[in-house]
Every structure is written in structure tokens, then in C-alpha cells.
């Protein structure tokens, strides 16, 4: 038996002000298909877009920092925690052309990270960051190296 409240979907909405923009950039320049969904008329709009497979991501504010650094992003001043947007791509140098291409600004160019991944971000519309991250290798090949396990296996926490 399944458990009833397991989530089967995430759905992450975006409140903007410019509803053109957004789907101009989501829809259109990264490419996620829209399905339909109910709106009534007017100023009344929204969309729901797939994003592929979804998952939560849990971090402190150091790891947090720590991949700001990574990727080659300025240090941002202690503040509330941060939402941003992270899309697995399969070619993070062409995402981040199409979406430069489009107005995007970029944040931070294509980098090879030690999480084994090639991460870059641009500023997206509504005040949200879009990392694109394009994997290097399997979570098969990352199980044998040193410094990739879950939290509950990580030395000095408790399970």
C-alpha cells in the first residue's frame, strides 16, 4: 500500500507582474511545454508548464554559499534564504546561449563543479535566479566517490 500523502507532484508557482515575460522566457526560450489549465478573464492568467522530474533540494545557507561560489557568483549580503530555479539541461553552454539570446542576463558562466556537473546561471523574470546544470556522470559512478552519501550516512550527523 502507497502511502495517500506521498506528493505526487511539485508545482512551484511564480507571482509576476509581467505575465508576457514569463511566458515568453519559461514557455517559450527554455522550452517547457504548457498544458491547459483553468483562468477566468482579464488580468486573470496562469500557466502550468512541465518541468521534466521534480525535487526538492534541501540546503543550508553555507552549502548554499558554497555553490554561489562555485558557480562564480558575487558574494550577496546576509539576507532571508534565497529562492532560485535549477534546471538539469543536457547542454548548459547551449541553454545558456538560447536564454542570452532571449534578454536573459547572465550571472554566471558554465562551470564545471565538484559535485561532478556543469552549472551556469542567468537572472530569469519575477526576480528569480535559473540555474541550468547539465550532469557529467550517474549517480552509480557518483556512489563511489569520496564526499557523495545522504545526510543520515554523513560523518558527524545523526541519523
Same mark, same amino acid.
Given at each position: @500500500?502507497?502511502? *495517500?500523502?506521498? *506528493? $505526487?507532484?511539485?508545482?512551484? =508557482?511564480?507571482?509576476?507582474?509581467?505575465?508576457?515575460?514569463?511566458?515568453?522566457?519559461?514557455?517559450?526560450?527554455?522550452? @517547457? *511545454?504548457?498544458? =491547459?489549465?483553468?483562468?477566468?478573464?482579464?488580468?486573470?492568467?496562469?500557466? =502550468?508548464?512541465?518541468?521534466?522530474?521534480?525535487?526538492?533540494?534541501?540546503?543550508?545557507?553555507?552549502?548554499?554559499?558554497?555553490?554561489?561560489?562555485?558557480?562564480? @557568483? *558575487?558574494?550577496?549580503?546576509?539576507?532571508? /534564504?534565497?529562492?532560485?530555479?535549477?534546471?538539469?539541461?543536457?547542454?548548459?553552454?547551449?541553454?545558456?546561449?538560447?536564454?542570452?539570446?532571449?534578454?536573459?542576463?547572465?550571472?554566471?558562466?558554465?562551470?564545471?563543479?565538484?559535485?561532478?556537473? $556543469?552549472?551556469?546561471?542567468?537572472?530569469? /523574470?519575477?526576480?528569480?535566479?535559473?540555474?541550468?546544470?547539465?550532469?557529467?556522470?550517474?549517480? $552509480?559512478?557518483?556512489?563511489?566517490?569520496?564526499?557523495?552519501?545522504?545526510?543520515?550516512?554523513?560523518?558527524?550527523?545523526?541519523?
Amino acid at each position: @500500500m502507497t502511502n *495517500p500523502t506521498t *506528493p $505526487k507532484q511539485l508545482r512551484l =508557482i511564480i507571482e509576476t507582474d509581467d505575465f508576457d515575460d514569463a511566458i515568453r522566457f519559461y514557455r517559450d526560450t527554455l522550452g @517547457m *511545454p504548457e498544458q =491547459i489549465a483553468f483562468a477566468t478573464d482579464g488580468d486573470d492568467r496562469v500557466a =502550468i508548464l512541465h518541468a521534466g522530474i521534480a525535487t526538492i533540494e534541501l540546503a543550508t545557507r553555507t552549502h548554499a554559499r558554497n555553490i554561489d561560489e562555485v558557480e562564480g @557568483m *558575487p558574494p550577496t549580503p546576509a539576507g532571508p /534564504p534565497s529562492l532560485r530555479i535549477a534546471l538539469e539541461v543536457e547542454d548548459t553552454e547551449l541553454a545558456v546561449a538560447r536564454t542570452t539570446d532571449a534578454g536573459a542576463e547572465l550571472l554566471a558562466p558554465p562551470t564545471p563543479t565538484p559535485f561532478r556537473s $556543469k552549472n551556469a546561471r542567468v537572472q530569469g /523574470p519575477a526576480g528569480w535566479q535559473v540555474t541550468f546544470f547539465q550532469e557529467l556522470e550517474t549517480l $552509480k559512478e557518483r556512489q563511489e566517490r569520496t564526499g557523495f552519501t545522504t545526510d543520515d550516512a554523513r560523518p558527524g550527523h545523526d541519523a
